[in-house]
Every structure is written in structure tokens, then in C-alpha cells.
């Protein structure tokens, strides 16, 4: 029985319909903003760190999105980096677990200014499908100033690298001018 399954799977393929991809010249478009508008703010391209304080890893796979081939944000400046030190953006994701309740204050801390907090997804913003639970001290905004939330579970790619340029957008100053 299984084998007559197996060899019905392979031979007609997959049941699912694959995904649409996203308009090329809208996340072009988008990421040409943000990354104006981080040169335009910080004088150089945007250092994001991705900090998981407890989710379910559905929005880190949709991060994990903004470095694959059919976003790709290096093309544009931004980069994803290892340590806070060199970060201007905490991208926060799932509700705040208490054991990592103190490790995500350090990590804001270690984080020089100018520095933003975004709240990725519905459990980083109230709890989510976890609010409520003895596990948890809520929302990122229990252990963090949040500047931005960005709704869903999870969030799309798109939704993220528009709530970014928001955010940057937002903080903009006026332009340096050369003397």
C-alpha cells in the first residue's frame, strides 16, 4: 500500500501549487527606497540583526526570505549581521520568553545608537497564539521601545522590507551637504 502511494507521488508530482513570485519592480523599488534612505540617514547601507526571542520560526523563514535568491538584499546594501555591535535595526521576532527576557535587554543595550526595534509578527507585537501563557512576559514592548510593528503570521517579505522602509523613511534628516 505505501509503495503503490510512494510510486503514485513520483510519478504525478506534488499536490501543492507553487508560490506566486513576488513583482520584481516592486521589490526593486522598494529596497532602492530603503537603501536611500539609510544613506540618506546613517551615511552608509543598513546593519540588521535578527533576534529570535521565543517564536514558532514561521517569521524567520520569511526573513530568511530578504537573503534568497528572489529577494537578495545584499544586491541593494542591506545586510544581515552577527553581533549587535554592528547593527542599526533589532529585527524581534516571536513573544518574549522569560529566559530570554534578560538576554534581549543586553543585546538592545550592546546595540550603539541611532538604533531601531521592530516587532516582526503578530506573537513579537501582543503574544500572540501564546499570550497568555505562563512562559512568556508578553509582547516585545515588555522588554524593549519598539519604533515598528510589522502585523501578520508571519509576515510576508515584502510586508518587512516595506515596514523597513517606513521606519527609515520616518527617521530621515536632511541630507548631508558637501562644504
Known amino acids: 500500500m505505501a509503495w503503490r502511494e510512494m510510486f503514485r507521488a513520483l510519478r504525478e508530482g506534488p499536490l501543492t501549487e507553487p508560490a506566486t513570485p513576488p513583482p520584481e519592480d516592486e521589490v526593486a523599488i522598494l529596497a ?4 536611500a534612505a539609510a544613506f540618506n540617514r546613517l551615511g552608509r547601507t543598513l546593519a540588521i540583526r535578527q533576534v529570535d526571542s ?3 520560526n ?3 523563514l520569511e526573513i530568511a526570505m530578504l537573503t534568497g535568491i ?3 538584499l545584499e544586491r541593494f546594501g542591506l545586510k544581515f549581521v552577527a553581533s549587535p555591535r554592528h547593527a542599526d535595526v533589532l529585527l524581534v ?9 534578560p538576554a534581549l535587554t543586553r543585546t538592545w543595550q550592546a546595540t550603539p545608537d541611532p538604533k531601531w526595534v521592530v516587532a516582526v509578527g503578530d506573537c ?6 501564546f499570550k497568555g501563557s505562563y512562559a512568556i512576559t508578553g509582547g516585545i514592548d515588555s522588554a524593549l521601545p519598539v519604533d515598528l510593528v510589522i502585523r501578520g ?3 510576508t517579505p515584502t510586508a518587512i522590507l516595506d515596514g523597513l522602509c517606513a521606519l527609515i523613511e520616518a527617521n530621515a534628516r536632511e541630507p548631508r551637504r558637501p562644504r
Do not use: F, N, Q, W
Open 93 to 101: 521576532t516571536g513573544p518574549v520568553t522569560r529566559t530570554m527576557h
Open 32 to 35: 532602492a527606497r530603503l537603501k
Open 153 to 155: 503570521c508571519p509576515p
Open 58 to 60: 514561521g517569521c524567520e
Open 54 to 56: 521565543g517564536s514558532c
Open 124 to 129: 513579537a507585537i501582543d503574544g500572540g497564539v
Open 70 to 72: 528572489v529577494y537578495d
